[in-house]
């Protein structure tokens, strides 16, 4: 079994619509994360959360908002979407313990490729 | 800030050794990571360098010079499979990580 899975996996909607990505993890990790690909753009993170009463703005969280329900379980919601969040969002998790503390190594979950018409 | 500049496509021939190198500038330094993502996929984590030198996992190698702000990542014996995206990325002392644009490799026969 994956140990990020991400639900939709496709998801196509039209302005306006509000829309929620979901993310569950069996990593038992504390640290989420919400990022946005987009072609050529790399990686850009949008929110993080340390753990269940912790949210973190990232580089581009105008227009999104974050739920942490559980250790395990992170949301993504955007509120009414537009045409320019169309993109592939990926959730991740780490562990600071990781690498003996200095990798933050962050492992991803499959991606929900997001469609806004 | 952190930010990271990485060439956006490097092209090599199967069995050919191929380098793909990043440059960063950031405030604070905690090291060095590489990942690899292949289309259609998640980016998977493939190293960390946080002292200068040489780091190596089989096939693939990284290096890093703090001095010069510099790291690279360093695919050997090239095979098919290795044609994807690859990104550099700056932990920021566990608090996240800034990923480059990445650099598309494709591996011709």
């Known amino acids: 079994d994956a140990d990020v899975t991400q639900t939709p996996r496709n998801r196509i909607t039209k302005t306006g619509k509000r829309i929620m990505l979901e993310c569950s993890q069996t990593k038992g990790h504390d640290r989420m994360y919400w990022y946005r690909q987009d072609p050529g753009l790399g990686l850009r993170l949008i929110y993080y959360s340390f753990d269940v009463k912790d949210i973190n703005k990232g580089e581009i969280s105008d227009g999104y908002s974050v739920s942490r329900q559980a250790q395990a379980k992170f949301s993504l919601s955007l509120e009414s979407a537009i045409p320019n969040q169309t993109a592939l969002y990926f959730c991740a998790t780490s562990d600071p313990r990781d690498g003996g503390g200095g990798t933050d190594t962050q492992y991803f979950g499959p991606g929900t490729r997001l469609t806004v018409l | 800030g952190q930010s990271l500049e990485q060439p956006s496509e490097v092209t090599a021939v199967e069995g050919a050794i191929v380098q793909i190198n990043c440059t960063y500038q950031t405030s604070g330094f905690y090291g060095l990571s590489w990942y690899q993502q292949h289309d259609g996929g998640a980016p998977t984590f493939l190293s960390y360098n946080g002292l200068d030198g040489l780091e190596e996992t089989g096939r693939f190698s990284s290096f890093l010079s703090r001095s010069d702000s510099y790291g690279y990542l360093l695919l050997q014996e090239l095979q098919m499979k290795d044609s994807a995206s690859y990104f550099c990325?700056?932990?920021?002392?566990?608090?996240?990580?800034?990923f480059g644009a990445g650099t598309r490799l494709f591996v011709k026969a």
């Open positions: 990325a700056l932990p920021t002392g566990g608090f996240k990580t800034i």
